[in-house]
Nanobody
Framework: QVQLVESGGGLVQAGGSLRLSCAAS????????MGWFRQAPGKEREFVAAISWSGGSTYYADSVKGRFTISRDNAKNTVYLQMNSLKPEDTAVYYC????????????WGQGTQVTVSS
């Protein structure tokens, strides 16, 4: 079992930056791929970014490529999402998730953290 707790959300003006953190419990964190997802009001949850267990591979949605950076610190059981050049359309609840195998199926989810970007 892995428990995930996100933090770092808030209100920021367009063009600003935020860094989200996701703290994980459990000794198997370092063996899981991790991902960030988001859900805006009235929309389906969508993929934002993912990182391999080692941190050696990362993937991004086209909408955030070049602006967001996912990273992890396995010694701290934490995954991060650095968000720069934020846009109003980035407003959403952001969730981190853990995938025990592969990149597609995420079995563990956090409770989410709200990010609001004002224009």
């Amino acid at each position: 079992q892995v428990q995930l707790v996100e933090s770092g959300g808030g209100l920021v003006q367009a063009g600003g930056s935020l860094r989200l953190s996701c703290a994980a419990s459990g000794r198997t964190f370092s063996s899981y791929a991790m991902g960030w997802f988001r859900q805006a009001p009235g929309k389906e949850r969508e993929f934002v970014a993912a990182i391999s267990w080692s941190g050696g591979s990362t993937y991004y949605a086209d909408s955030v490529k070049g602006r967001f950076t996912i990273s992890r610190d396995n010694a701290k059981n934490t995954v991060y999402l650095q968000m720069n050049s934020l846009k109003p359309e980035d407003t959403a609840v952001y969730y981190c998730a853990a995938a025990p195998t592969g990149w597609v199926v995420y079995d563990y989810w956090g409770q989410g953290t709200q990010v609001t970007v004002s224009s």
